[in-house]
């Protein structure tokens, strides 16, 4: 079987990949300081709906690359998005990826207070020092819990990506984060994933490269 | 803030979702033997797209947790897809997941023969025992890769998962995989991703530990 392919050298795949999003976008306007954002999540999932869906407080993209450089630690809910978050970069700016999803301390803590460990983690998250950007791509508990740590005035995040996936609570949790005074990235309705987590927090690191 | 939040114990997120997405599906009829899988990717992705979008190989779906039940190995092109897959489970089949994507040979290789690190990390695959299943989520280079190392009879796999995303020879080299002769489970279009590529490794897997 014969196919057509385009010749694209592998270093210029990207740059390609985002001239062909640009083109298809046409005439659809995206805010300037949140472009970068959008355009690495449509990257990300061949899914232009994100071109609507993504809703940035204002200067969330400049807050949260502002931590970044000031060498923040992310926090996320799936070892997933950590495995795709640019820890090499990250380090270099003296941040780090934590997932405590895994721990078994989190396990033991979910099931003691019949929560999830989704929930269970974002209070380990607690221990660490602030402030925190937190990369939310799966568990609408998980930013449930935090919106409450945020009320009780526990944590003050840095930027919260809101970015749950699913059928259950999912768009009621990011309603309520969208209702949060701190800077935040939300993926409204139904979709993100911790695809989207990661290219989010990626378009952020890569922005700070590019100055 | 008050929002309404639907009371769901955590062991029944899951069991929850499914349900609301076999609701939404209403009348669309899926094939009884893929509709796991096909459930499985929509609640990753929360996207009824992969409903249509979803190609499957006659059997593949058999074909795979075949190879599963024998201890059949894992290959994939991404390190979230890995991190995705439930490897405890795997494992007590006997499998494993390689990503080799991250390997200093891998990117040394790519760099001498002016190929991506995905293609180069096929040719790496080629030293593991067969058969194989391959979960190529994230690029089409690994897909058109591992078409010619079949069409050369290097490789015979077990399952082709080729669900790599983008805008960048996506749609041809997932169109070559549909004209293969080996089973294949394919995302049709540009829509994908290193979540679909682990989940569905996860409903092949889910699918014998219900029996």
Redesign the interface.
């Known amino acids: ?1 014969k ?4 010749k ?3 270093q210029d ?1 990207e740059r ?2 985002m001239e ?2 640009a083109r298809e976008l046409g005439d659809r306007r995206l805010e300037e300081e949140n472009a970068d954002v959008i355009k690495r999540v449509i ?5 232009f709906d994100y071109a609507e869906n993504l809703i940035f407080s204002p200067g969330a993209v400049e807050r949260g690359r502002a931590a970044l450089r000031a060498g923040c630690h992310i926090v996320t809910d ?7 978050i640019n820890k090499g970069r990250l380090a270099r700016l003296g941040g780090e990826v934590h997932c405590f999803m895994s721990d078994e301390d989190v396990a033991k803590s ?1 099931k003691e207070h ?4 989704a929930a269970a983690s974002m209070d380990k998250a607690l221990s660490l020092p602030g402030p925190i950007i937190y990369a939310i791509g799966n568990a609408p ?1 998980a930013l ?1 819990s935090l919106y409450e740590q945020m009320e009780e005035g526990l944590v003050r995040p840095a930027l919260v990506i809101g970015v749950p ?6 768009i ?2 990011k ?2 984060m969208l ?1 949060a005074s701190v800077p935040y990235i939300v993926a409204r ?7 989207v987590a ?1 290219a989010i927090c990626n378009a952020l690191l890569y922005g700070i490269g590019e100055r």
Do not use: C, W, Y
């Open positions: 079987m196919i057509e392919l385009e694209v050298l592998p795949i390609r990949s062909i999003i990257h990300t999932t061949a899914d799936t070892q997933m998005a950590k495995a795709g979910a019949g929560t999830t460990r508990t449930v996936v699913g059928f259950v609570n999912v009621p949790a309603e309520l209702g309705g139904r979709k993100g994933g911790s695809n990661a």
